[in-house]
């Protein structure tokens, strides 16, 4: 298991399935799409729409496309 990233702060969170532990998969919680208190992530970084996670839980890291801000559309 890898140690949390040290610039993880409890401030600046996200909402996303982790695909490593998939620990929101039996919560009614996060399977309504509301914002549940125990399976959020921390947001470490983004280049444009890009996200740049860590799960609390198991501390994967990886980088998910919101398709939201910058970088997020193609095409004029």
Same mark, same amino acid.
């Given at each position: 298991m890898l140690p949390l990233d040290p610039t993880a702060d409890? #401030?600046?969170r996200a909402w996303v399935? /982790?695909? #490593?532990?998939?620990?929101?998969?039996? /919560?009614?919680t996060c399977l309504d799409g509301r914002t549940c208190a125990d399976h959020w992530r921390?947001?470490?970084s983004n280049q444009g729409s890009v996200l740049h996670l860590q799960c609390p839980n198991c501390t994967?890291?990886?980088a998910w496309q919101s398709g939201f801000g910058a970088g997020?559309?193609?095409?004029g």
């Open positions: 409890i #401030g600046r399935p /982790c695909p #490593g532990c998939q620990d929101h998969r039996d /919560c009614g921390y947001l470490l994967h890291l990886w997020g559309r193609t095409g």
